[in-house]
């Protein structure tokens, strides 16, 4: 079971935004923005989309964005389109071993 | 061009060893922690641990801790995972990723992924 929580999927219209939630604890997401999310499609190794809570690695389309609320993070993805149908990871540092969690992922259909 | 490059796909049976790798080139490969991740059949990703090639230090997660060991050789830039018995539930596939520091949970580069079935 993982530590932080994802819905197990979504599902949106090419152009339509959705928002995929990952929820954890006041002491990894609630206390620090070190979240992280990645993009799997499948077969292939995970891509970073978003670093410290709303960061984006150059190259990341600005359709996708990060952000906080309490112990849950978000990420929206606007104007979706065929190619971002994948699943979806969010990641958090986590002080104290295992230092780093994972949430279980999130099916994206389009 | 900075990558990493695992070992290609394994079958083991269970209570046998198995030693993949992951080799980085295109930077500086022993000033930068190399993270192990696992990803069982259709689950989530699990970070297993870390190790910096440099000193061979490592940190791992309790729940792999006993488990496997992470290995390096700075010299060839290669960092190994490693199982001295393996079980079924080992079946899964391993990423190697690049953190930009210890507790990081920025992966910005990975490996391709190593498949690992144990069945007998």
């Known amino acids: 079971q993982s530590v932080l929580t994802q819905p197990a999927s979504v599902s949106g219209s090419p152009g339509q935004s959705i928002t995929i939630s990952c929820t954890g604890a006041?002491?990894?997401?609630?206390?620090?923005?070190?979240v992280s999310w990645y993009q799997q499609h499948p077969g292939k190794a995970p891509k970073l989309l978003i670093y410290e809570l709303t960061e984006r690695p150059s190259g990341v389309p600005d359709r996708f964005s990060g952000s906080k609320s309490g112990n849950t993070a978000s990420l929206t993805i606007s104007g979706l389109q065929p190619e971002d149908e994948a699943t979806y990871h969010c990641c958090s540092y986590a002080p104290g071993r295992p230092f780093v969690v994972f949430g279980g992922g999130t099916k994206l259909t389009v | 061009e900075v990558q990493l490059v695992q070992s290609g796909a394994e079958v083991k049976k269970p209570g046998e060893s198995l030693m993949i790798s992951c080799q980085g080139s295109?930077?500086?490969?022993?000033?930068?922690?190399i993270a192990w991740v696992r990803q069982m059949p259709g689950k989530g990703l699990e970070w297993m641990g870390i190790?910096?090639?440099?000193?061979?230090?490592?940190k791992y997660s309790p729940s792999f801790e006993g488990l496997v060991t992470f290995s390096a050789d700075k010299s060839i830039n290669t960092a190994y995972l490693q199982w001295n018995s393996l079980k079924a539930s080992d079946t899964a596939t391993y990423y190697c990723?690049?953190?930009?520091?210890?507790?990081?949970?920025?992966?910005?580069?990975w490996g391709q992924g190593t498949q690992v079935t144990v069945s007998s």
């Open positions: 990723a690049r953190p930009d520091y210890s507790g990081s949970s920025r992966f910005d580069l």
């Open positions: 295109g930077y500086n490969f022993f000033r930068y922690w």
């Open positions: 006041s002491r990894d997401i609630g206390s620090y923005n070190l």
């Open positions: 190790i910096y090639p440099d000193d061979s230090e490592t």
